[in-house]
């Protein structure tokens, strides 16, 4: 069992602590002090949820269903597109800036909608939890303490994440530091956008 556990969290933390799309937004929360702990614990259960699902056989289910991915790949580009569209227009426009630090954060379910959006939009999720990790969690002696060590290592990752974030958002929060990070977010955004678009 515990050999099936280590390879699950080693697997699991050698993808996820790559810079992408749902760690630069779990990173912008954390410096907005916008509920980064909730968002932390939504990515954790999804991650687990869709790692499960890959040992028990969803990797399967989409693999045999090039319309699905094809979709999921639709979708997600269209998504990473107007996220980081809206985070350059953040970075390169004094007054959105200034507006958006004016105003009050956003509420707690708009919060959870986006953290939903980005992690369940994003195909890249789907690639590295259900396909990957799903596939070779399906094949171990313990399928199910190999997805228990890779849900192990988002838990630790993202919540390392949003606290050590928050932590430093009091020395990250000059207007020029917010615009340098949006400017970050939407290149990484963008990046992963063209990826999904000439992968297939």
Same mark, same amino acid.
């Given at each position: 069992m515990w050999p099936s556990y280590l390879n699950g969290l080693m697997l699991s933390a050698s993808l996820i602590i790559a810079i992408g799309a749902q760690n630069a937004f779990v990173l912008g929360q954390s410096l907005r002090r916008e509920y980064p702990l909730l968002v932390a614990g939504i990515c954790v259960l999804c991650d687990a949820l869709l790692i499960?699902?890959?040992?028990?056989?969803?990797? /399967?289910? #989409?693999?045999?269903?090039?319309l699905l991915l094809e979709l999921l790949r639709a979708v997600g580009i269209a998504f990473?597109?107007?996220?980081? =569209?809206?985070?350059?227009?953040?970075?390169?426009?004094?007054?959105?800036?200034q /507006?958006?630090?004016?105003? =009050?954060? /956003?509420? /707690?379910?708009?919060? #959870?909608? =986006?953290?939903?959006? #980005?992690?369940?939009?994003?195909?890249?999720?789907?690639?590295?939890?259900v396909l990957l990790i799903g596939s070779l969690g399906a094949r171990q002696a313990s399928p199910m303490a190999f997805a228990?060590?890779?849900?192990?290592?988002?838990?630790?990752?993202?919540f390392a994440l949003a606290v050590g974030a928050a932590r430093l958002a009091p020395w990250l929060a000059r207007p020029f530091t917010w615009r340098l990070i949006d400017l970050a977010v939407a290149l990484m955004m963008a990046?992963?956008?063209?990826q999904l678009y000439l992968g297939g």
């Open positions: 499960t699902a890959g040992v028990l056989g969803l990797t /399967r289910l #989409i693999t045999d269903s090039p990473l597109l107007l996220y980081g =569209a809206r985070a350059l227009l953040r970075a390169v426009h004094p007054g959105a800036l /507006r958006a630090g004016a105003e =009050a954060g /956003r509420s /707690r379910p708009a919060v #959870i909608l =986006a953290t939903l959006a #980005i992690t369940l939009l994003n195909p890249h999720v789907y690639l590295d939890t228990a060590g890779a849900s192990s290592a988002s838990l630790l990752w993202f990046y992963v956008a063209v």
